[in-house]
């Protein structure tokens, strides 16, 4: 049962994220990056809050615990997401911001020897490098198409340095809190964080039709509660730098997904990145033979 688990969770965590990014999109053309922000971590504070109610979860023994799940989630979610989405605002297609974000496995695995004390293999590097060519060869067939404005990239930019701190700091600090818990107090300073940039009258003028109550139902559940629960217990689980080069087949994903419900483009070429990029993935996560 546990490797049939471990088998399906990397799965599970690349269909719920590589869609989060075409979701983000379609719930951005009825609200503002910070109000969909505000109500997406107030609607997981609500879940988290009644979960924690009734399991009576334990809480952090120390304040460090509190302060670090706290930091990790003003970094995922304020930051990276944050940053994200004004991307997406700015210009930057789904499929592109993926490809973006898909830089963190090189700088984890880069950092990560120094950060956490792992040792990245040969192989790992080897497959690293590959997956690295197949997603730039998926970057240069969209930037064909028309690069976005610079202002996209540089938020893209923030966006990828808060994910790659969070990801090095929850290996490093990071305890095996209950994940209501670790929920509960990582999204409340997520959205603690946005206050200071939170416009209440952007909240008010948030348009509530259908496809809105579907896309915040999605980023909700399935991006926030169950996709990022899986990124963290995958984290806990494995090195660092393995768990972040599974990232690298969101961007293909993604930009998979967009072309079919967006109609973003892809050309003949992304789709030679896009296998390229998997083969890559495969050399560099694959267990050691020395490894249980």
Known sequence: MQRLWLAITPLLFLLLWSAGYVVAKVALVDAAPMALLA??????????AALFAILRPPLPKTLS?????????VLMQTVYFGMAYFSFVNGVAAGTAALIFSLQPILVALLAPRWTGEAVSWLQWFGL??????TLTVIVARLEIGPPPLAGFGFAALALAGITLATLWEKRFGLSHHPVSANLIGYSAGLLGLLPFLNWAEIAAVNWTPSFYWALAYLVI????????????????????RVSTLLFLVPPLAALIAWLTL????????????LVSGGGVYLATRPSKGSA
Do not use: C, K, T
Request: aromatic share 8%; glycine share 14%.
């Open 263 to 274: 109609d973003e483009p892809m050309p003949l070429l992304a789709w030679v990145g896009l």
């Open 222 to 241: 399935g991006n926030s509660v169950v996709a990022v629960g899986l990124l963290l217990a995958m984290i806990r689980a494995g090195q660092v730098s």
């Open 65 to 73: 615990g509190y302060l670090h799940l706290g930091f990790v989630g």
């Open 39 to 48: 109500l997406r971590f107030a609607a997981v504070i609500a879940i988290m």
């Open 129 to 134: 490098a590959i997956a690295m060519i197949g």
